[in-house]
């Protein structure tokens, strides 16, 4: 029997202890394929006019797929490394020389990784165009998707996991010469001792901790910390502290609540506590790092998701506070008036709700004393009247009515943001228009506008008489908006509508940012799902492969148990109470984290992302359920098999 038909048997003999990770590889492959052909896929290019900027962000995805896949299945190997050694120990003590040991471990990984990168090949090219279909519809795109395989995709995936599956298989083959006979056959006697906490050093992960979460959740613009750190240090000062005092709660802290709770005598002798809680003490010290690993990434995963889907959730109301007219433009001819008019009335999907010209005027300010800290001193404003303000509120239903007298103004900044844009309630400004000087006092900050910011950027509403002096000293300029039904799919509309005005009519439209939106926004939203699948597949999978791995060890342990009377569903519950503490630890580490990274992002963005990202958690946690039930069916059958 040759080296690579005892390989084949020894796959097809350990396949189902190898099959998470066997399809954990296959999906990750499935993936990487996915983005290699929509880098090249041609409907992408023909329907999308940024095909080019979506191909760079795909080849950026799929360096860190390949980055972390590589780490995934260089970490799984060693997880089997222990299991195999007995077994390889025995290969050599029969006379088996290492050299053939080592190439049988070689062709072993080869071949799995070999059949892998063939299946993962072949469903994602079954797959591809479902994969095309489901990035269009994200991306707000409605289109025919034809069946099609790219072959630059087939090689560029093969070349790249065949080299990883190349340097892995090396590792393996270099096994054997790594360990002494005497330490292949006690690999599964070996034991852990007891750790040793430190009170100090457990307070110490609290406050690491402690000083990133405060330093994430400083406001940015004003706060003195950031500055004095830097804007660039500051961030990573966070990432440092927070990793730190993670690995430093499950080395020390939870071996340290641990060692507490094995005082409690009363709770620690009670059923098999004895057992869970001594197999705790004693692995986590050991299981420090991989528990910090799976909860800094999970964090991430959730950061990413959780954003990415809040942009998406949000696309449509950050369009419309952009834009709160279908369209919006600069129009002082009624000949284009009536042209609009006409092609718009023959549209059957678009009925008007309203049309409305609004009398503006365009007037350059100095806004230097409003302390604004975007540096801007000279501003052109849009002024409208008090009358125009409150019959377009009324119109788009804001339940908002102004009365402004005198010199008093409302300014209308739906980008406004807290510390950077200009300090208006209670500032004035000077206004000069011809031999007209008034100073203008503002007495409201509205942060929403009822034009639309690309026509008419931040608007200022004066009182009624003062607007009537300024439109006497000045040529008023007529804005047009249009609010009409299923402006989400008025794209052919906006491009007519758009031809008829004449390139400096500033025309602005909620399609046209909604559509941005949702491409951008989609495209982020795709990227990030698979990525975190992948990134959730194989934290999972290292939970599972490293209990498996403790399976093994414990088996003599339940075995004894067993035969002194401990019955079988004690001994799930013991299980289940320990793998429970080792899933659900990084886990809600994982939460926090990404919680405390997400409200900081939320204050910095000033949006809402509650509800996408409870969802995003509620998904990750439902995943990880199912692997924490593999994981305890799976070690409960190897220790009472």
């Known amino acids: 029997m040759s080296l690579f038909s005892i390989a084949g048997k020894n796959i097809r003999k350990n396949f189902k202890n190898y099959f998470l990770y066997f399809a954990s590889i296959t999906f990750s492959i499935v993936i990487y394929f996915t983005f290699v052909s929509l880098k090249y896929d041609k409907t992408i290019a023909a329907t999308s006019e940024s095909s080019t900027k979506i191909s760079s962000v795909f080849n950026a995805a799929s360096v860190v797929l390949i980055i972390f896949v590589a780490i995934f299945i260089w970490y799984s190997n060693s997880f089997f490394t222990r299991k195999r050694k007995k077994e390889i120990g025995l290969y050599s003590l029969l006379g088996v020389r290492k050299k053939q040991i080592g190439w049988m471990l070689f062709y072993e ?67 054997i010469y790594r360990f002494k006979l005497i330490e292949l056959f006690q690999a599964d006697k070996e034991r852990e001792k ?60 939870t071996v340290y609540l641990l060692g ?78 009536n042209k609009v008019n006409d092609r718009i009335s023959q549209e059957k999907d678009h009925s008007v709700i309203y049309h409305k010209i609004i009398p503006t005027l365009q007037i350059e300010v100095d806004t230097s004393s409003l302390n604004s800290k975007m540096g801007e001193v000279k501003t052109i404003y849009t002024i409208i009247s008090n009358n125009a303000f409150n019959d377009m509120a009324n119109l788009q239903g804001r339940k908002v009515h102004l009365s402004l007298k005198g010199n008093e103004a409302a300014v209308l900044d739906a980008g406004y943001y807290e510390g950077l844009s200009p300090e208006y309630i209670g500032s004035s400004i000077p206004l000069h228009v011809g031999d007209l000087a008034e100073d203008l006092t ?67 439209s909620f399609y046209n940012e909604y559509a941005l939106g949702m491409e951008t926004t989609g495209l982020m939203i795709f990227i990030g799902a698979f990525l975190g699948l992948v990134f959730l597949a194989a934290t999972g999978s290292i939970i599972y492969f490293k209990q498996l791995t403790e399976a093994n060890s414990d088996k003599e342990r339940y075995v004894v148990l067993h035969k002194i009377g401990v019955n079988k569903e004690e001994i799930r519950n013991s299980i289940a109470k320990q793998v429970f503490y080792i899933f659900v630890l990084p886990l809600l580490a994982g939460i926090v984290h990404s919680a405390i990274a997400l409200t900081a992002l939320s204050r910095l963005m000033q949006t809402n992302l509650v509800i996408p990202v409870l969802i995003c958690i509620g998904v990750y946690i439902f995943i990880y359920l199912i692997y924490y039930l593999l994981t305890v069916r799976t070690y409960y059958k190897i220790v009472t098999k």
Not at 303 to 324: D, E, F, I, M, Q
């Open 109 to 175: 990984n080869f071949l799995m990784g070999v059949i892998a990168l063939f299946i993962g090949i072949l469903l994602g090219s079954i797959l591809s165009k479902s994969f095309v279909l489901i990035l269009m519809k994200v991306m707000g795109y409605d289109v025919i998707v034809n069946f099609a395989v790219s072959p630059a995709a087939i090689i560029n995936t093969i070349i790249v996991f065949t080299l990883i599956t190349a340097v892995t298989s090396f590792y393996g083959y270099r096994l």
């Open 260 to 337: 507490l709770s094995k005082k409690n005598k009363r709770k620690f002798w009670r059923g098999i506590n004895l057992i869970s809680t001594s197999q705790l003490l004693y692995r986590m010290k050991g299981n420090a790092r991989i528990l910090t690993i799976i909860a800094i990434l999970s964090a991430t995963i959730l950061t990413a998701v959780g954003a990415s889907y809040s942009l998406y959730y949000n696309n449509k109301g950050n369009a419309r506070l952009a834009n709160p007219n279908s369209m919006m433009f600069i129009n002082n001819d009624e000949h284009i008036t």
């Open 442 to 508: 503002f007495k409201k900050l509205m942060k929403y506008n009822v034009l639309n910011i690309q026509t008419a950027n931040v608007t200022v509403v004066t009182s009624n008489q003062l607007f009537s002096q300024l439109e006497k000293k000045t040529d008023p300029v007529n804005m047009e908006a249009y609010k009409f039904s299923n402006e989400e799919s008025s794209k052919v509309l906006n491009e007519e509508v758009q031809s008829i005005l004449p390139e400096d009519a500033g025309f602005s």
């Open 194 to 253: 007891e750790p040793r906490a430190s009170l100090s050093i457990a307070a110490l992960s609290i406050i690491f901790i402690g000083i990133g979460y405060w330093l994430a959740l400083q406001n940015i613009m004003e706060s003195e910390v950031w500055r004095k750190i830097g804007f660039m240090v500051t961030p990573l000062t966070i990432i440092i502290s927070v990793v730190l005092g993670t690995y430093l709660l499950f080395s020390t802290l």
